[in-house]
């Protein structure tokens, strides 16, 4: 600062600075001529040849159109369709176009299909229906001329342009299309004796923004469309002009001249790159700045010389008296390693750790900078500290050090500045090794570390708490579990946190981790219910609790895991319903209608009372499953059970065995009336037809009745008679019920309406 201070404080510095200012705006302004010059040469260039090759294209594209016009007034003449297909081509064809670049003139017909062929006096077979120019005649109602999209030809496989004009019949009604074709060859032809540099070149596109021909890049972009970048609404807005943009296809920044062709739907540009029309610029000015840095470098150099040599005495002169100034104020037997650097962190002093650490005596230290010692890296690391600390702001700061003995210290690094009259004169440094605290710093940091993923990681919920019972930790799996966020949880009452409940009755359970809290011991899985704070759900837990002691014993606090079973007591309560009922219908199965039909027999011999058993099968069952499938009969199956269920009383038990055959139990009957009864609400209940595969069906059904305890007194008997019954209803005509009289008396008919006598 102090060798900064004087040597601007030299006259001849001032004027040496004044020169070399002068110099630079000298070659500045000179630099900045020839830019313009070559960019306004080049400016000028583009737009006479942009306007150039648009006026060429409109002239050709104007005698295509004429031609296409031509043919198409011609075709669109009853009287030309009279005549000979020789004379005929000749009458149409006698106006197209025959120059460099144009295919074959098509005529197609209003369906798309090739009809004259300019080519050819037999039409080539194809059909153009879906090509855009058609399809923007006789669907768009497009009127003159359609330049259609770039696409490969049907007939001759080449990149084309399609010109296109309809034509139509004498009522006005759409005809059909004459379409001809420009080769894109004929394009890069045109544009291929240009040669405007690097990443340059001539660009075509229709004003819709789809390519037609880019040169020199060949055919890659052809048909691709850059509608709604920069650069095409403004070729759009304007019509013609010139700017500089970035191209969306490349991303290259260019100098564009662009014009409309003609009065047609086309937009041709010269697009230079602006490297390449300033690549000259760039070396000139590279050699004209290195020159004017130079001279400038030269002028300020001389004066620094001079300088220099008028400063020399005086810091001569200074040196000694820090040197005086540093053996007062450090002390060399300090156990850290302590040095002195002077404004321009050269050092004055240095203690004889510096020797154990870094391998140099003190006395060779004296006048080292600051970087020489430490090394490039890590002086880039301290200059931060260092710059700060030549301001006046003493630096306390941590870092790692190799020693000379490859051994790696962490360090606590002080720097303190020496200040006399408000002014910065150096900064004591002050290193201290704490690589053992540090060590102990990070294997105590690991392990917390190593703990606090484990936790994050497993899929339980843990809880924390203190020695009051407020939590202080909740993983991710219990922040999930209880709708409370660990940050929200800790500090509040656990029993708030995590609230357990009886799956029973839902009344409040103890607490476990309270619980191990109190009695110091690990509590065993307690089952109960959590509620979830925000949604109100509910799960299924189990909590296990364990306390949290110190080295001497002492309770600290307490942690829980809960382990969510809610699947698997859910799990658990499906797998017992479905080993009672059926899993299509949700009907009980035979094992349940075994119990209850053991309970409904005792329950009959204590009363006194009667019960029936009815088997019954659907009439025509198989048919359904053969002709609409297995699916549509498992519909059946289900909407039979439910007219079922709603025929028979709520204390009765319906029961499918399987397939199509079903188990009615009516216990507590007064005789065999009431049976019958049932009987009759089942068969009207199958009077509607039933929905299948979105047509109404009949489906009738046939029934048998046995009943406790004439036809037996074990469910086996009444299981049997019953199925008997129901093979003779079968038999007898279906759509009734037969109740069982014996093995040597006829069945008993049951009908909707009716009892009859029995039959055989």
């Known amino acids: 600062m102090p060798f900064l201070r004087q040597f601007f404080s030299h006259r001849l510095i001032w004027l040496a600075v004044l020169v070399s200012l002068g110099i630079g705006a000298l070659f500045a302004r000179s630099i900045w001529t020839i830019r313009q010059d070559e960019w306004n040469y080049a400016a000028q260039t583009n737009a006479n040849l942009v306007q150039t090759l648009e006026q060429g294209l409109g002239w050709v594209l104007d005698s295509f159109d004429k031609s296409l016009e031509g043919v198409a007034r011609e075709v669109g003449r009853p009287e030309v369709w009279a005549l000979p297909a020789e004379l005929r081509a000749r009458v149409v064809f006698d106006n197209s176009l ?52 770039p696409v490969p030809s049907r007939i001759t496989g080449l990149n084309i342009l399609p010109l296109s004009r309809a034509y139509f019949h004498a009522d006005g009604s759409f005809a059909g299309v004459v379409v001809g074709a420009v080769r894109l060859s004929y394009f890069n032809e045109l544009f291929g004796a240009l040669d405007m540099g690097s990443n340059s070149g001539v660009n075509l596109f229709r004003s819709d923004g789809v390519v037609i021909s880019r040169f020199p890049y060949g055919d890659m972009d052809v048909g691709k469309t850059i509608a709604g970048s920069p650069n095409m609404l403004r070729f759009q807005k304007e019509g013609n002009g010139a700017f500089v943009g970035t191209a969306a296809l490349d991303g290259v920044e260019r100098l564009y001249a662009f014009r409309q062709v003609g009065e047609f739907p086309l937009i041709i540009n010269v697009a230079q790159a602006t490297d390449t029309i300033l690549g000259k610029w760039y070396r000139s000015s590279l050699w004209l700045g290195g020159f004017a840095l130079l001279l400038m470098a030269a002028c300020l150099g001389l004066a620094l010389l001079f300088v220099r040599e008028l400063t020399l005495r005086q810091k001569v002169a200074a040196r000694l008296s820090e040197a005086e100034h540093d053996v007062r104020t450090i002390l060399n037997n300090m156990p850290s390693m302590i040095g002195y650097w002077d404004a321009q962190l050269l050092n004055r002093f240095a203690n004889k750790s510096h020797f154990e650490w870094f391998g140099i005596q003190p006395e060779r230290l004296r006048g080292m900078h600051f970087s020489e010692l430490v090394g490039p890296e890590r002086f880039a690391v301290n200059k931060p500290f260092l710059e700060r600390a030549l301001q006046g702001e003493p630096q306390l700061f941590e870092s ?10 962490h360090i606590i690094v002080s720097y303190v500045p020496d200040t006399e009259a408000g002014a910065v004169r150096g900064i004591f440094v002050q290193t201290t090794d704490i690589s053992d605290r540090k060590r102990m710093e990070d294997e105590l940091f690991d392990e917390k570390e190593r703990v606090r993923l484990t936790l994050q990681s497993i899929g339980d919920a843990v809880v924390c708490s203190d020695a009051r019972g407020a939590v202080t930790y909740l993983n991710p799996a219990a922040e999930r579990l209880t709708g409370w966020q660990a940050f929200d949880a800790a500090g509040h009452n656990v029993d708030g946190v995590v609230c357990l409940r009886s799956p029973d009755n839902d009344a409040l359970l103890p607490s476990p981790l309270r619980t191990a809290i109190q009695q110091g011991s690990v509590m065993e899985a307690v089952r109960g219910i959590v509620v979830h704070r925000r949604s109100g759900q509910r799960f299924q837990v189990e909590e296990t609790a364990s306390p949290i002691t110190d080295r001497h014993g002492a309770v600290k606090g307490a942690v829980a895991v809960l382990r969510d079973v809610t699947e698997a007591v859910a799990m658990a309560e499906r797998m017992a319903h479905l080993a009672q009922y059926d899993a299509l219908t949700d009907l009980p199965n035979r094992v349940l209608l075994h119990d209850r039909a053991q309970l409904a027999i005792a329950q009959a011999r204590r009363d006194g009372k009667s019960l029936a058993v009815m088997y019954l099968d659907l009439d025509g069952f198989k048919e359904v499953n053969d002709r609409l499938g297995h699916d549509v009969g498992d519909v059946l199956l289900v909407q039979f059970a439910q007219r079922l269920k709603a025929a028979v009383r709520a204390s009765d038990t319906v029961c499918r065995q399987g397939g199509d055959e079903f188990v009615v139990l009516l216990p507590g009957l007064e005789g065999a009336e009431p049976a019958r009864s049932v009987a009759r609400k089942i068969l009207a209940s199958c009077d509607a037809p039933f929905e299948l595969a979105g047509e109404p069906m009949r489906v009738g059904l046939s029934g048998g009745i046995a009943l406790f305890p004439q036809h037996g007194d074990t469910f086996d008997a009444l299981s049997r008679h019953a199925d008997s019954a129901m093979y003779a209803a079968k038999r007898g005509g279906r759509m009734r019920f037969m109740l069982y009289r014996g093995a040597d008396v006829e069945p008993e008919v049951v009908l909707p309406d009716v009892v009859v006598g029995a039959e055989g």
Do not use: E
């Not at 080519?119 to 109602?141: E, I, T």
């Not at 790692?400 to 210290?409: I, Q």
């Open 400 to 409: 790692t050090l190799l020693d000379v003995h490859g051994v790696s210290r």
């Open 98 to 149: 025959r120059a460099r670049g144009a295919g074959d003139v098509l005529v197609l017909d209003a369906q798309g299909n090739i009809i004259l062929d300019s080519g050819s006096l037999v039409p080539r077979k194809a059909n153009l229906a879906d090509r855009d120019y058609f399809l923007a005649f006789k669907k768009d109602g497009h009127q003159g001329l359609y330049i259609g999209k």
